[in-house]
């Protein structure tokens, strides 16, 4: 009797620990980690705002690349545009921003073969009005997705995606489409072998020298 009172005991608390660990929500962890850090500094106001997927997480010297201006970065890597609907809450709507910058999509199509170019402009669309009922003056620059060799298959899409996100953003007012796919790309039209790290998905320093030039341009001093 000892020896299965013990048992259960034990299966209770295996699974109590599961249950800590385990996400209620994907990235559930990383946006708890910038929470954290708000409750020790909350960042100051007036800061261009980062949201969206690993190709800003990964860039961690983007403050380096502009000293001028002062930069919050809450993307958090793998994420797609239903992610940062999902955590507006906690990466977005805190924030006093300059302006926000988001890069996001990639991501949502690479989720599933099902996930349609419609789908992903609509989701952006919502991700849109959600920071416009929020703020409703902040401009707001969208990074175009990237031609990533590691997704050959998703070009099409990408291209199509990035698009119709630029052709809505044009009837937009305070907003900024930021053309990186085309400036990643050889001059047969392929994408650049060496501004990539071995993965074959994420940059190297040559890549993000790329998106330095094009958002020196965008990025409010």
Same mark, same amino acid.
């Given at each position: 009797m000892k020896r299965i009172t013990f048992s259960i005991i034990t299966m209770f608390i295996v699974l109590a620990v599961n249950a800590q660990n385990k996400e209620p929500f994907p990235f559930w962890n990383e946006v708890q980690k910038f929470k954290t850090a708000d409750s020790i500094a909350f960042p100051p106001s007036n800061q261009i705002l980062l949201i969206g997927s690993s190709s800003f997480t990964l860039w961690k010297d983007v403050q380096t690349c502009f000293p001028d201006r002062k930069i919050l970065n809450r993307a958090f890597g793998g994420s797609t545009l239903a992610d940062v609907i999902r &955590?507006? &809450?906690? %990466?977005?709507? /805190? &924030? *006093? /921003?300059? *302006?926000? %910058?988001i890069y996001c999509g990639e991501n949502d199509f690479a989720s599933s073969d099902t996930v349609t170019v419609e789908l992903v402009t609509q989701r952006f669309i919502t991700l849109f009005n959600y920071i416009r009922a929020k703020y409703k003056n902040v401009p707001v620059a969208y990074v175009s997705m990237k031609p990533s060799p590691s997704r050959m298959h998703l070009l099409e899409k990408y291209k199509e995606g990035n698009k119709r996100i630029h052709a809505y953003l044009a009837t937009r007012p305070n907003t900024k489409f930021v053309d990186v796919y085309n400036a990643m790309l050889t001059a047969t039209g392929e994408p650049m072998p060496d501004i990539f790290l071995n993965d074959n998905l994420?940059?190297?320093a040559k890549g993000y020298a790329i998106w330095k030039t094009k958002l020196e341009k965008v990025l409010l001093k």
């Open positions: &955590y507006r &809450y906690d %990466v977005i709507f /805190p &924030y *006093q /921003p300059k *302006q926000i %910058v994420h940059m190297n």
